[in-house]
């Protein structure tokens, strides 16, 4: 069956990396509906499963409110499933957030082999900068930043109206907690696509517009 998924995808099957507030999520979500495939958010996931009230997302917050990685063998079995499904339905599919260690890239590759990994890239001070300005609508969840794009009105979403709030793991320690774990677990991913053949990095300095060319370049 997982082998049969394999063989369809007939898409892309890209993976978006970069350390936290580089722009990966914003340019995934683009790039997604350029390319018409679904858009898997891992982040958004699990704070929905949080939102649900139940009983797993009252793990996941257990673990997540402080910034601390879910353990390889929880997470790669809660997303393996919706990639899996959605690779199979669509043909292709753009993963942020997953895989971040080897360990979950093997639990990834037992599904379908990632055509493109790119790397959205900044340093680590301007990660931090940017998390501490992102605001997210609580109703819609649009992502806002007070410094790269902020809304119209410094409390509400452009969108719905509904209130921004700040992410409870956006706090300095959260932050800097998140980042050690980038470097750590997540950085050896880039050698492991480069050998792979499907490594594209992407400096995620200049503005939205400017990486979301340098992002389509590769498509076109
Ligand atoms: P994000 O929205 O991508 O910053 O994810 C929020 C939090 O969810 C992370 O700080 C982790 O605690 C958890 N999380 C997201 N993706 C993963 C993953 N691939 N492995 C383990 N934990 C994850």
Request: aromatic fraction near 4%.
């Amino acid at each position: 069956m997982i082998n049969s998924v394999r063989m369809k995808s007939d898409k892309p099957i890209i993976i978006v990396l970069g350390p936290q507030g580089s722009g990966k999520g914003t340019q995934g979500k683009v790039l997604a509906k350029k390319l018409d495939i679904p858009y898997l958010e891992t982040g958004q996931l699990l704070r929905d499963e949080i939102a649900s009230g139940s009983e797993e997302g009252k793990y996941i917050s257990s673990v997540i409110d402080d910034g601390t990685l879910l353990p390889d063998e929880y997470i790669s079995k809660f997303m393996t499933g919706k990639i899996a499904q959605s690779v199979e339905s669509s043909g292709g599919i753009i993963v942020d957030g997953f895989p971040r260690s080897n360990g979950q890239a093997d639990a990834f590759e037992g599904v379908v082999n990632p055509t493109h990994a790119i790397l959205v890239d900044i340093p680590d001070e301007e990660s931090i900068r940017r998390l501490s300005a992102r605001r997210r609508c609580i109703k819609d969840n649009k992502i806002y930043n007070l410094i790269t794009n902020p809304p119209k009105n410094n409390e509400s979403c452009d969108i719905c109206g509904g209130q921004l709030e700040q992410r409870v793991d956006d706090t300095p320690e959260a932050i800097k907690h998140r980042l050690d774990q980038y470097h750590r677990d997540t950085e050896p991913l880039i050698q492991r696509y480069e050998s792979m053949g499907v490594l594209h990095k992407i400096d995620g300095m200049p503005s939205i517009e400017e990486v979301e060319k340098s992002v389509w370049e590769i498509f076109s």
